[in-house]
């Protein structure tokens, strides 16, 4: 039915062992309910025949590479990821981990997770303190499987959706190819005559499995990043506030994601930037693409309301190279798309990813009842919301600022945001947020070499004040230690998923 792309990454393998491995790919349900549904993939327009090949390219080879690396696995002890990685050098460690990863999802491999506890001190109220915490091992081994074993397949996203656990990052509907999804801010809806159940969607949402052993695995073989269990990988972290007068009238914090998108339009490093503006409704968020900078100031300051942004992207197939501002999760979804779906023509733009921090977020009606209910104000006079100091604080078109303990809004906010795990964009290039800053400042987190130098240069151009986050006040403590609460009470939304299409 098909053949594997000419690619570099197979040199050096026997025919015998690539013709074995793409018979084995060949009967990947995916990769046949996506060529047996080429005609309605090209009549619907997302892909041109030439792209509907190109995809159809990456996932056999990716098929194959996995069925290769399944195969030199096989009768080995339980071993951790990057061990893997050290015994199969036939391809990148970090394409041998994200294989291991997704072999776990496709029924071959099995995760034996190990549970130690070790006795640390700690400064508890300026007391220090011997606390017990808990260490997590996670080892893979190939499983025994049955002669009548048969590859998982992945159900569309509406079992996500169903169970609860959905961010509605859109990044599903943007994904499908023959435009099943609709994604808006609060639903998610199939067209089952569209569906051709190839899965594509499951494999990208951000709720459907997890990366986050795979990230760390990979990060760790990277000597030139900082691990952090609480924030990531990361180059550097500093505080940063904007030079331009402009973006000081209109910023969250410290205008940091304005001025970076700036620089990044200026530079003619992006042509377009995906972010956020008021839709007709104020404070009802909307994406937008932004490839003229003077439309960029708009886009400036938080919207506490969700936004599904990634609904948007196969809109900016036009643009070599985009800037793409979001929420962790949006971020996570499109590290998912990088590593599974490498092959999209939309997806190869994305140059930067400027992931915010981000503890929750709300339901546009959550929004309304929040003003109405916590302050007796109408939505319409409210000209910013903030979070800072344990509160959530607005600013009135009088002048006035009102504030409530944090506490009083969570009741508002999303169910879904009790699913996620990440404050601080992980899986970002640069991620900020106002956690551990000053007023009118922003935490930076550099998470690459490339967006270092980027943020280097923005200062050195003169259009960003930096520090270094570990000599501010609160600081990188405060940011790790929320970072830290945010991943302890974090519900596991892929047992909720398993759970909910069980019954
Ligand atoms: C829903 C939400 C919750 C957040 N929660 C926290 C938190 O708990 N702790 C914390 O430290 N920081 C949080 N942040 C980040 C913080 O509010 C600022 O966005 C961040 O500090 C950057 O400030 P800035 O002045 O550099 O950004 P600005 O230069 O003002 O730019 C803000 C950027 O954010 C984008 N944006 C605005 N609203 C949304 C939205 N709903 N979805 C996607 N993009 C959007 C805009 O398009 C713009 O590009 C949150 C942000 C959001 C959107
Ligand atoms: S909804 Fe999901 S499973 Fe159905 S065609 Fe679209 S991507 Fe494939
Ligand atoms: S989390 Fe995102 S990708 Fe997953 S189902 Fe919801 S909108 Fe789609
Ligand atoms: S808390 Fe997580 S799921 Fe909720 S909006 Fe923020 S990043 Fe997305």
Same mark, same amino acid.
């Given at each position: 039915?098909v053949?594997?792309?000419?690619? $570099?990454?197979?040199?050096?393998?026997?025919?015998?062992?690539?013709i074995?491995?793409?018979?084995?790919?060949?009967?990947?349900?995916?990769?046949?309910?996506?060529?047996?549904?080429?005609?309605?993939?090209?009549?619907t !327009?997302?892909?041109?025949?030439?792209?509907?090949?190109?995809?159809?390219?990456?996932?056999?080879?990716?098929?194959t590479?996995?069925?290769?690396?399944?195969?030199?696995?096989?009768?080995?002890?339980?071993?951790?990821?990057?061990?893997?990685?050290?015994?199969?050098?036939?391809?990148?460690?970090?394409?041998?981990?994200?294989?291991?990863?997704?072999?776990?999802?496709?029924g071959y491999?099995?995760?034996?997770i190990?549970?130690?506890t070790?006795?640390?001190?700690?400064?508890?109220?300026?007391?220090?303190?011997?606390?017990?915490?808990?260490? +997590?091992?996670?080892?893979?081994?190939?499983?025994?499987?049955?002669?009548?074993?048969?590859?998982?397949?992945?159900? /569309? =996203?509406?079992?996500?959706?169903?169970?609860?656990?959905?961010?509605?990052?859109?990044? %599903?509907?943007?994904?499908c190819?023959?435009?099943?999804?609709?994604?808006?801010?609060?639903?998610?809806?199939?067209?089952?005559?569209?569906?051709?159940? %190839?899965?594509?969607?499951?494999?990208?949402?951000?709720?459907?499995? @997890?990366?986050?052993?795979?990230?760390?695995?990979?990060?760790?073989?990277?000597?030139?990043?900082n691990?952090?269990?609480?924030? !990531?990988?990361?180059? &550097?972290?500093?505080?940063?506030?904007?030079? &331009?007068?402009?973006?000081?009238?209109?910023?969250?914090?410290?205008?940091?994601?304005?001025?970076?998108?700036?620089?990044l339009?200026?530079?003619?490093? =992006?042509?377009?930037?995906?972010?956020?503006?008021?839709s007709?409704?104020?404070?009802?968020?909307?994406?937008?693409?932004?490839?003229?900078v003077?439309?960029?100031?708009?886009?400036?300051?938080?919207? +506490?309301?969700? @936004? /599904?942004?990634?609904?948007?992207?196969?809109?900016?197939?036009?643009y070599e &190279?985009?800037?793409?501002?979001?929420?962790?999760?949006?971020m996570?979804?499109?590290?998912? !798309?990088?590593?599974?779906?490498?092959?999209?023509?939309?997806?190869?733009?994305?140059? +930067?990813r400027?992931?915010?921090?981000?503890?929750?977020?709300?339901? +546009?009606?959550?929004?309304?009842?929040?003003?109405?209910?916590?302050?007796?104000?109408?939505? &319409?006079?409210l000209?910013?919301?903030?979070?800072?100091?344990?509160?959530?604080?607005?600013?009135?078109?009088?002048?006035?600022?009102?504030?409530?303990?944090?506490?009083? =809004?969570?009741?508002?906010?999303?169910?879904?945001?009790?699913? %996620?795990?990440?404050?601080?964009?992980?899986?970002?290039?640069?991620?900020?947020?106002?956690?551990?800053?000053?007023?009118?400042? @922003?935490?930076?987190i550099?998470?690459?070499?490339?967006?270092?130098?980027?943020?280097?240069?923005?200062?050195?151009?003169?259009?960003?004040?930096?520090?270094?986050?570990?000599?501010?006040?609160?600081?990188?403590?405060?940011?790790?230690?929320?970072?830290?609460?945010?991943?302890? $009470?974090?519900?596991? /939304?892929?047992?909720?998923?398993?759970?909910?299409?069980?019954?």
């Amino acid at each position: 039915m098909v053949q594997t792309a000419n690619n $570099k990454l197979f040199e050096g393998l026997s025919p015998k062992e690539m013709i074995e491995a793409t018979y084995e790919a060949s009967k990947n349900f995916q990769i046949r309910a996506f060529y047996e549904a080429k005609d309605e993939i090209i009549d619907t !327009g997302k892909y041109t025949e030439q792209e509907f090949f190109e995809i159809l390219d990456v996932m056999i080879d990716d098929e194959t590479e996995r069925k290769i690396v399944l195969e030199h696995f096989k009768g080995q002890e339980p071993l951790f990821l990057g061990e893997i990685a050290e015994i199969i050098k036939e391809f990148p460690a970090e394409n041998v981990i994200r294989d291991v990863i997704y072999l776990k999802e496709q029924g071959y491999v099995e995760e034996l997770i190990e549970v130690k506890t070790k006795t640390v001190t700690k400064k508890i109220k300026g007391e220090e303190k011997e606390v017990e915490v808990k260490e +997590y091992f996670y080892r893979y081994q190939v499983k025994d499987l049955e002669p009548d074993f048969i590859e998982h397949h992945f159900e /569309p =996203v509406s079992v996500v959706f169903n169970s609860g656990t959905c961010c509605q990052c859109g990044w %599903c509907s943007t994904i499908c190819p023959v435009n099943a999804i609709k994604v808006d801010a609060d639903n998610l809806e199939i067209d089952d005559d569209k569906c051709m159940k %190839c899965g594509l969607c499951f494999t990208v949402c951000p709720r459907s499995f @997890s990366i986050d052993q795979a990230n760390k695995a990979t990060k760790k073989l990277n000597k030139k990043l900082n691990w952090s269990d609480k924030i !990531g990988a990361y180059v &550097n972290t500093y505080s940063g506030s904007t030079k &331009n007068d402009e973006i000081m009238k209109v910023r969250q914090d410290g205008g940091v994601v304005t001025t970076i998108a700036e620089y990044l339009l200026d530079k003619k490093i =992006v042509d377009a930037v995906i972010a956020v503006q008021h839709s007709k409704q104020l404070w009802k968020p909307e994406p937008v693409i932004i490839d003229d900078v003077k439309d960029l100031y708009k886009t400036a300051g938080t919207k +506490y309301a969700n @936004s /599904p942004s990634l609904s948007i992207l196969d809109q900016t197939k036009k643009y070599e &190279n985009i800037a793409f501002v979001g929420v962790p999760c949006m971020m996570k979804a499109l590290e998912k !798309g990088k590593l599974f779906l490498c092959g999209l023509p939309f997806f190869k733009n994305i140059k +930067y990813r400027i992931g915010l921090f981000c503890m929750e977020s709300f339901p +546009y009606e959550g929004i309304i009842k929040l003003a109405k209910e916590q302050f007796d104000k109408d939505i &319409n006079d409210l000209t910013k919301m903030n979070i800072g100091g344990g509160k959530f604080i607005i600013k009135l078109k009088s002048g006035e600022q009102l504030d409530v303990p944090l506490k009083e =809004v969570q009741k508002y906010a999303r169910e879904s945001c009790h699913f %996620c795990e990440d404050l601080t964009s992980d899986y970002a290039d640069f991620s900020v947020g106002s956690i551990g800053s000053q007023d009118g400042w @922003s935490s930076v987190i550099t998470r690459t070499k490339e967006s270092d130098e980027i943020y280097n240069e923005i200062i050195k151009n003169g259009d960003l004040e930096s520090k270094n986050l570990k000599e501010v006040k609160p600081g990188l403590f405060l940011v790790e230690k929320i970072g830290g609460i945010k991943r302890n $009470k974090c519900q596991d /939304p892929y047992e909720k998923i398993k759970n909910s299409s069980e019954k």
